[in-house]
């Protein structure tokens, strides 16, 4: 167990938050679909922390999200959950439950896991011992207690994804369904159009238009439900030149949807209108996105199934970021955003990866001025980069200039009244500070 979590504190005013690596800027030569202007990778001057011994009776999963509490918790493959509290306590919640009237088993959470309206886990699991291998979804408690609710149709589910919908009930993927379940327990199935192959489940998430989105892995498809009368779209991906197996999938801040190109080794973009994407990888780099989130910065971030590795894609300059932690033992198949603004994930060689993302800083972080003419310095810090932009919104309030090294720059007062001045780095992180005049 490491000794502390190195929590990042909020610094400055209205700042979104991204790293910017170390590494070697190259042009794109790829010709086909859209190729990155900038591919970085290496280590990169960040922080992580590693869980390396969990206690006894816990083995990672692929399943991980933020309770209601405000903990990250993990699936555990020896079954139950794990909770792990910000201060970095970590507590085994067991979870069983009766089968046949009289026999008890662990339950063992699948892929995914999400927590529902009532604040309540929802997961993917498997009944190996009730009703001929039965797959369920189980609801549990904080406390671990558990209900668990069959699949009717017996579909496989175990390895799908469950996502809270816009309409209060959670989305799950199956192999020839999508489906949901209320939160009193009642599950709704509703078959892909495209019908089913082996392996086409995948990822669901709430998308931005009040969709539920998902991706059918072996069909090739991203397609959304309209939660309230189950009516489906599907878009597959080959007729509009995108060659990819979707798996995880995630709404983004820009608006548009990104999915894994498992096996293709990069991912895909689709908008609400169903016009997809593949950001081509020109530079040959090995991961093989699985889990995708959307980041503190409101970016993309995939997990690596290839490795310990995860990475961002950001939109504003079509760049992806590959970061590189100093232990490479297992693999990363998904993530969760904590409560503390880092990236979770379970990394499977039984150990919990948490990585810092650290922001933007400035000092003073706030600028009053007292009478025109007067003039402060004000110093940015960032790890990875020692060139920004500054402006200011009312240059006639406050002015910024850039002062005689890269990190300092002169805040001027100019005239009375209010603004903001806006730092802003290469890859389009930014954080602000308020100026005012009196």
């Known amino acids: ?10 610094c400055g005013g209205g700042g979104t938050r991204g790293p910017l690596p170390s590494g070697n800027d190259e042009a794109s030569s790829q010709a086909i679909g859209i190729s990155p202007k900038v591919v970085q990778s290496g280590k990169a001057p960040i922080n992580w ?11 990672t999963g692929y399943a991980v999200a933020v309770g209601s509490d405000k903990n990250v918790w993990f699936g555990n493959s020896e079954g139950g959950l794990m909770q792990v509290q910000m201060s970095g306590k970590e507590k085994l919640v067991p ?20 927590v529902g309206k009532d604040k309540d886990f929802y997961m993917t699991g498997t009944d190996y011992d009730y009703n001929n291998d039965n797959y369920v979804i189980g609801v549990a408690t904080t406390t671990g207690k558990l209900t668990v609710h069959d699949i009717k149709s017996d579909d496989y589910g175990g390895n799908g994804s469950l ?3 816009p309409d209060g009930n959670v989305w799950f993927t199956e192999q020839k369904h999508i489906a949901k379940i209320t939160t009193g327990g009642v599950i709704t199935e509703y078959a892909y159009p495209s019908g089913a192959t082996s392996n086409s489940y995948g990822g669901v998430a709430a998308g931005p238009d009040g969709n539920v989105w998902f991706t059918e892995y072996n069909n090739g498809i991203v397609g959304k439900i309209v939660p309230s009368t189950g009516k489906i779209t599907e878009y597959t991906l080959s007729t509009q030149g995108v060659s990819c197996n979707p798996e995880g999938l995630a709404a983004a801040a820009d608006g548009k949807l990104y999915f894994a190109c498992n096996g293709y080794n990069t991912l895909g973009q689709i908008t609400t209108a169903g016009v997809a994407t593949k950001f081509y990888d020109a530079y040959g780099m090995t991961y093989v996105p699985e889990g995708v989130i959307e980041g503190p910065d409101g970016n993309p971030w995939f997990a690596d199934a290839n490795g310990a590795y995860i990475g961002e894609f950001n939109s504003s300059n079509d760049s992806f970021t590959t970061y590189v932690p100093p232990y490479t033992s297992g693999t990363v198949y998904n993530m969760a955003l904590g409560p503390d603004g880092n990236i979770w994930s379970p990394e499977n060689d039984n150990k919990i990866d948490v990585y810092i993302v650290k922001a933007i800083t400035l000092s003073p972080s706030s600028f009053a001025f007292t009478a025109i003419g007067q003039s402060a310095s004000m ?18 309030v406050c002015s910024v200039a850039q002062g005689s090294q890269n990190s300092i720059y002169t805040v001027t007062a100019k005239g009375v009244g209010k603004t903001t001045i806006t730092v802003k780095d290469a890859i389009g992180n930014s954080i602000t500070a308020p100026c005012s005049v009196k």
């Open 49 to 59: 922390t590693q869980f390396s011994d969990p206690p006894s009776g816990f083995g």
């Open 1 to 10: 167990m490491v000794a502390s979590l190195l929590f990042i504190a909020g």
């Open 95 to 114: 979870l069983t439950y009766v089968y046949s009237g009289t026999s008890s088993t662990n339950f063992v959470a699948g892929y995914g896991i999400a």
């Open 163 to 165: 996502a809270l919908g």
């Open 379 to 396: 110093t940015v810090s960032e790890p990875g980069t020692t060139a920004w932009t500054a402006t200011s919104v009312s240059p006639g």
